[in-house]
């Protein structure tokens, strides 16, 4: 079996943990643009003007922007 492994002969393992965390920041970042997509309808209902949602969702990202300060 050394002498497979020198040879270069044995196949790549998958990478469980990088899968797994691409997979974690996938989900999250949808669960993230569910939560602007919402606060942007509420601000839409709130302010009764029928904008462009994806403007709204502009607005609000600048708005949820922290300084760098």
Known sequence: MALAAIEGNLLATPNYQFEKRQRDL?????????????????ANEGSGAAEDPSEASEAVASAERKPDA
């Open 26 to 42: 996938a989900k999250k970042k949808k669960q993230e643009e569910k939560r602007r997509q919402k606060l942007a309808d509420k």
